[in-house]
């Protein structure tokens, strides 16, 4: 299978191309190509050429403009005032005004199954103040807002778009970015063109871009080094020592703001009946069954960080309270014992990409050793996240790709009824702590209350993280202005070197 993928690519790469066609690479097909919807890591990576935010990041993870040129809070930080840039087009031809800007905000809040609700906090209402200005008006102060505005939330349909869901949308989504999608072929491409009205055009130097999902990390970098693929995400640890001496090949490294975890069913329906999900002793021999730095040393050359947080050790709003539990395979079947078993079963859903099946099977292992048998059920992503938010799992493994502000990476996990927490963890608690740091912009008390959460959720267990990578790209020998930031997202701005 990997040997036919790499040839079918070689195939692709003979045949004749325009000038400028890049190629990239991605680890899965993403699930809908809407900003109010998606869920997906892969998503974010073709929004990044679709569809331009209100600000974005840049490598020192300060916040700066994108299609927003200025900000500022009133009324005691419950409104926050964004002044759009002049000259901004949709891809339908409509022109970016404050009430353009309104009504793709409200967008976010309106939709039925909007992922995009839960970040942007209490929103009371979103009115245009100006020709190039829009409010967001807030029923209490929300810290996370403007960050929250730096990822899918900041991103803006046209007012003609907005109106329009499913399967319509899907075909022609009209963003305000510097590339449009033209075709998709579910599980094998996605095919985007430049927008020549787009308002940093001169930045832009690709005709057009493919992406291909390439769950198989060698099959990625075999494609990468025959020339068939321009870039590749998520470089397997495995192959960085030989991609460093590949001088076909660069590899592109940064700090990341990911984490992978396990995610348990708590209370979505009969596949949560089980021990793991009835039990918070089967949870805390689950975890005490793993060792977090053996693990990442054997699946990924000891690059990653081991971590039970959002965040890794070390970090701002890491709750040293709660540090890194080692493993303890005594206590953990001590704790099975008193649960009533002697052996626990449960399915882990996997999806079907190299770095996922290589932890998992560690996992496997190692919880064997503490009276688990653990059925491995390999998924692709997408299809995995709907089973998720159908609660069509016992447990899964997954990443969260991270943001800069800690409530987008717990509050729309652990917080009560919302979106993204697909195994109904609820703890009302935890969201009284979660609220008080999303209304408070000093840092001390929003560490003291995400302190608080993390030592009621880290011993509930809805969700057992493990460790935290670092951000591996690769490009071709060719390709310049890559720009290594921490959200693993490849920006095409300033992208040059693709071939036809």
């Known amino acids: 299978m990997r040997r036919l993928a790499v040839l079918l690519f070689l195939t692709c790469l003979a045949m004749p191309a325009a000038a400028q066609h890049l190629r990239i690479g991605l680890t899965s097909d993403p699930d809908v190509l809407d900003p109010t919807l998606s869920r997906t890591v892969a998503g974010r990576q073709v929004f990044a050429a679709m569809c331009d935010k209100l600000v974005d990041i840049n490598e ?134 430049r927008f020549d009205d787009y308002w940093d055009r001169a930045n832009i130097h690709a ?9 198989d990390a060698t099959v990625r970098l075999a494609n990468l ?100 539990p080692p493993r303890d395979v005594a206590r953990a079947r001590a704790l099975l014992r008193e649960a009533g078993h002697e052996r626990v079963r449960f399915r882990l859903s996997v999806p079907n990409t190299t770095d996922y099946l290589q932890a998992s099977e560690v996992i496997q292992a190692m919880a064997a050793e503490a009276g688990f048998d653990i059925e491995l059920q390999v998924i692709e992503t997408a299809t995995l996240l709907r089973q998720w938010t159908a609660g069509d799992f016992e447990a899964l493994i997954i990443q969260w790709s991270g943001r800069v502000d800690l409530d987008a990476n717990i509050y729309g996990f652990k917080a009560c009824g919302v979106p993204l927490n697909g195994g109904r963890y609820c703890n009302r608690d935890v969201d009284a702590a979660l609220i008080e740091a999303r209304q408070s912009v000093d840092p001390a008390t929003r560490a003291a209350a995400y302190d608080r959460a993390a030592r009621l959720y880290l011993a509930d267990r809805p969700y057992i993280y493990l460790w935290h990578p670092r951000v591996l790209h690769g490009t071709g020998a060719a390709i310049e202005g890559l720009r290594p930031v921490p959200d693993g997202l490849i920006r095409v701005q300033g992208l040059r070197g693709a071939r036809g």
């Open 60 to 193: 020192r993870l300060e916040i700066v403009p994108q299609l927003a040129t200025a900000w500022r809070w009133e009324d005691g930080g419950r409104a926050l005032v964004l002044t759009l840039r002049d000259g901004v087009r949709f891809h339908d031809g409509e022109a970016l005004t404050g009430e353009a800007a309104a009504i793709g905000l409200r967008r976010h809040i309106e939709t039925q199954g909007s992922t995009r609700r839960a970040e942007m906090g209490p929103v009371r209402d979103v009115v245009a103040t100006g020709p190039l200005e829009v409010t967001i008006r807030l029923t209490e102060p929300f810290a996370p807002l403007l960050a929250a505005l730096a990822d899918r939330a900041g991103m803006l349909v046209s007012p003609r778009q907005a109106q329009v869901t499913g399967a319509e949308f899907q075909r022609a989504p009209a963003c305000a970015g510097p590339f449009r999608l033209v075709r998709r072929v579910p599980q094998d491409a996605m095919e985007l063109e």
């Open 207 to 215: 005709a057009r871009i493919t992406y291909r999902p390439i769950p």
């Open 225 to 324: 080094r025959a020339g068939a693929i321009d870039i590749i995400e998520r470089i397997s640890p495995s192959d960085v020592p030989e991609m460093r001496r590949d001088r076909r090949v660069r590899l592109i490294e940064a700090p990341s703001l990911a984490s992978f975890y396990i995610a348990i069913n708590l209370a979505n329906g009969a596949r949560a009946e089980g021990p793991l999900g009835r039990d918070p002793r089967v949870r805390e021999a689950f975890e005490r069954s793993i060792d977090r730095r053996a693990l990442v040393n054997v699946a990924f050359e000891g690059l990653w960080t081991p971590g039970n947080q959002s965040v890794p050790p070390g970090h701002p709003f890491y709750a040293a309270s709660v540090p890194v």
